[in-house]
């Protein structure tokens, strides 16, 4: 990884009318391209795409489309990177500089890949990880998306990089004591066989 050309690593959403209020897929398209494009222009960074949900009426290509399409066309190269499962999404973004990540499962896989992540919260469980980890100054709720905030946020990420690896391995070791002792709980209950 190449701190003077950084890769970063992307995740979106599309925020279809039917469930979102006012404008928000035209003011978070336009958002993302400004600051996309500030970021390719003022660092060359180069961009990898990770689709989430690309079955659905509404898949994950169509909210980079949207973006591209707010620029007239791909103005900086962005490489739509397919994965076949979950170890293999992992080695992708641990490989990123850092990621923009709207899909709450990429923020996890950035924080416990140690990768910065920037994270666009469309659900609570994003903010709460989030807030809940000290990682508060690194996340807008997608109503929240404008180019500006974009770009404060990400300046303050990426100034504060080296820092912020070393918390996420803090974070990762915590969350995976976390997840044993529920896993324990879990093994204790089954072995009273349903007897609470």
């Not at 391209?33 to 994950?60: C, I, K, M, Q, V």
């Not at 949207?66 to 962005?78: E, K, Q, T």
């Not at 803090?170 to 204790?188: G, M, N, P, T």
Request: aromatic share 12%; hydrophobic share 50%.
């Amino acid at each position: 990884m190449s701190s003077l050309r950084p890769l970063i690593g992307l995740t979106l959403k599309c925020f279809p009318k039917e469930g979102y209020s006012g404008d928000v897929a035209v003011n978070f398209a336009a958002a993302m391209a400004s600051f996309l494009a500030a970021l390719w222009a003022g660092h060359n960074a180069r961009f990898h795409f990770f689709p989430f949900y690309e079955t659905s009426a509404w898949p994950d290509s169509r909210a980079l489309a949207g973006i591209l399409a707010r620029m007239g066309g791909p103005v900086f190269p962005v490489e739509t990177r397919l994965w076949a499962d979950l170890a293999d999404l992992r080695r992708e973004v641990a490989a990123c500089d850092a990621l923009v990540g709207v899909r709450f499962h990429s923020v996890l896989l950035a924080a416990q890949a140690g990768v910065p992540v920037l994270a666009i919260s469309y659900a609570e469980k994003t903010a709460n990880f989030m807030t809940e980890n000290g990682l508060g100054r690194f996340f807008l709720r997608y109503e929240e998306v404008t180019a500006g905030a974009l770009k404060e946020r990400w300046d303050r990420l990426w100034g504060e990089r080296a820092a912020l690896k070393l918390k996420l391995a803090r974070i990762r070791a915590s969350q995976k004591l976390l997840a044993e002792r529920h896993f324990d709980l879990v093994l204790r209950v089954l072995d009273k066989k349903g007897d609470l």
